[in-house]
C-alpha cells in the first residue's frame, strides 16, 4: 500500500478501530506531512515486512 501526497491526511484512521490486512506485504508514505499516527486502534498485518517513511517530513507518535 502506498500514501503518497496527501497533505492534509492526520492519520490513516483517528477511530479505535482494529484494522486487519492479511495479505499486505509492504507500506509506503511519503508527502504526507501532517501524519503523526497510522491508527488509533489495533492495526494487524502478519505479513508486513517493509515499512518506508519519507524522511525528515514528519514524525510518528
Do not use: D, H
Not at 32 to 49: D, K, N, R
Amino acid at each position: 500500500m502506498e500514501l503518497t501526497s496527501l497533505s492534509c491526511l492526520g492519520s490513516f484512521c483517528n477511530g479505535n478501530q482494529t484494522f486487519i490486512f492479511p495479505s499486505l506485504t509492504w507500506l509506503i508514505v511519503k508527502e504526507c506531512p501532517q501524519m503523526e499516527i497510522f491508527s488509533s486502534g489495533v492495526t494487524v498485518a502478519p505479513y508486513l515486512t517493509k515499512i518506508e517513511v519519507e524522511e525528515g517530513t514528519f514524525r510518528w507518535k
